[in-house]
């Protein structure tokens, strides 16, 4: 018999099958008194997930987590303190980076309210280094008496100062036969201007040569009469009425030169005159050329000195008590930067029926003929001048938010916007009333540049 037909065989007795469902029987009692044990399922599921983790860990990054301090009830775990140093970490690789880029740290109200900072001490600071400081111009200055100037401000235009200029125009009318002056050019007193021809110079001129010829006859005459009566051969009142016609004679002669010198013809050529330049000075206007016709009342040339000028503007009825001759004024350029010191020189004594205000004028020297006739300018006059017991320069002030005033003043590694309430001001000194003390260092040249990156920060905190 083989080894499978007695195995066969054996399974058929009931001795075997009895032991069979003993056996089944103790295994299904023993799986139950497992799953009623306390503690086991949970613990089976603890290391179901503990398995799960590790299998995850290898697949998926890990998740952030959120630390939380620390109650009194419960102690600190390993994790909060990696936290905290990772924490640390993060503001030291901050402070890197600022030592790297260069850049100014800035504190706004609402990252001191984030660290937990002293709004007193950090807000509104900009952080910068001395290198930092010199690198974008920054300068301080102490607050102090100064003396806040009122100034009164009016429109007005350059003129020529009339004084120094001349209006040459022809004396008698003619044709232009030659022009020697140009537009623009210096001129000396009594350089020729132009040359014009005349038929009024002509006979001007035909008149002194007749008298002339009159005059050398009359003393022919004069003299032969003169030795007759001496030799007792005339009579002497032919002497008499030679010497009288001689004198007549002479004044016919004057009288024909005086005419030609009036013009400027003098007493050589045929028929042209000179025109000549009266003063020294630039020929500001010509209105000569050649083959043209002019009048006596024909403007032929200005010419002016514009060595001095003059400032001329109108004071209206309310502000003439505010000015008066003598008054310093400052004349400022409306098209380009210039600015001159002067006097107020002229104040009118009538009031203009239309305009309702008084001329007056400030005489400028003007050396490099930088204030040209026509140019608009504005006057200020000192009105008056009072003194602060503190004060900055305008240019410091600044508005970050639109509203408040600040000036930056020096603080622990930067710079702090420190709010003040501001008083009188002239344009270039300002009182400031509270918020500075007189001698504390503020922020002269630069404040501008700090506003910025108080701006800066604060949009990109909002953002």
Not at 52 to 65: F, I, M, N, V, Y
Request: hydrophobic share 40%; proline share 5%; glycine share 8%.
């Amino acid at each position: 018999m083989s080894e499978k037909t007695s195995f066969d065989s054996s399974l058929t007795t009931p001795k075997h099958w009895i032991a069979v469902a003993v056996i089944l029987a103790c295994g299904m009692v023993g799986g139950a008194l497992i799953l009623r044990t306390p503690g086991a399922p949970a613990a089976s599921a603890g290391h179901a997930d503990a398995d799960s983790h590790k299998d995850g860990e290898h697949q998926d990054e890990k998740p952030a987590r959120t630390a939380t301090a620390p109650t009194a009830a419960e102690p600190a775990k390993p994790g909060d303190h990696k936290e905290a140093a990772a924490h640390d970490d993060h503001e030291h690789h901050d402070d890197e980076a600022e030592a790297k880029t260069g850049k100014p740290a800035v504190v706004t109200k609402a990252q001191a309210d984030e660290h937990g900072h002293d709004h007193e001490e950090e807000e509104g600071v900009v952080k910068l280094s001395e290198a930092q400081s010199g690198a974008i111009g920054i300068t301080l200055g102490k607050a102090g008496p100064a003396a806040i100037r009122k100034l009164l401000t009016l429109p007005g235009e350059i003129r020529f100062d009339e004084d120094r200029t001349a209006h040459v125009v022809p004396r008698v009318a003619g044709v232009v036969a030659s022009v020697h002056a140009r537009l623009g050019e210096q001129v000396r007193k009594g350089q020729l201007l132009a040359v014009i021809q005349s038929a009024t110079v002509s006979d001007q001129r035909s008149e002194l040569q007749t008298a002339q010829k009159r005059l050398a006859l009359a003393r022919t005459t004069f003299q032969r009469e003169k030795q007759l009566w001496e030799e007792k051969i005339s009579a002497e009142q032919d002497y008499l009425q030679a010497r009288q016609a001689m004198q007549e004679a002479e004044i016919a002669v004057a009288n024909a030169s005086q005419k030609l010198s009036a013009i400027g013809a003098g007493t050589g050529g045929a028929s042209g005159y000179e025109l000549r330049s009266p003063i020294s000075g630039t020929v500001v206007e010509k209105h000569l050329t050649v083959g043209e016709s002019v009048a006596e009342n024909t403007a032929s040339f200005t010419v002016s000195d514009l060595g001095s000028v003059w400032a001329e503007m109108n004071v209206s009825a309310p502000q003439l008590p505010l000015v008066r001759v003598g008054s310093s004024v400052t004349v400022r350029a409306t098209a380009f930067e210039s600015r001159a010191e002067g006097k107020v020189a002229y104040v009118g004594a009538l009031i203009g029926e239309q305009s309702r205000a008084a001329p007056a004028r400030v005489a400028l020297a003007n050396p490099k003929g930088m204030w040209r006739p026509g140019l608009f300018v504005d006057v200020s006059v000192l009105a008056d001048e009072s003194q602060v017991p503190v004060a900055v320069e305008a240019a410091a002030i600044q508005r970050p938010d639109g509203k408040e005033s600040v000036v930056f003043v020096p603080a622990d590694g930067g710079y702090r916007a420190q709010p003040v309430q501001l008083g009188r001001s002239d344009g270039k000194t300002t009182e400031v009333v509270s918020g500075l003390k007189a001698g504390q260092d503020y922020v002269r040249n630069g404040s501008f540049m700090l506003k910025a990156e108080l701006g800066k920060a604060s949009a990109e905190h909002t953002h």
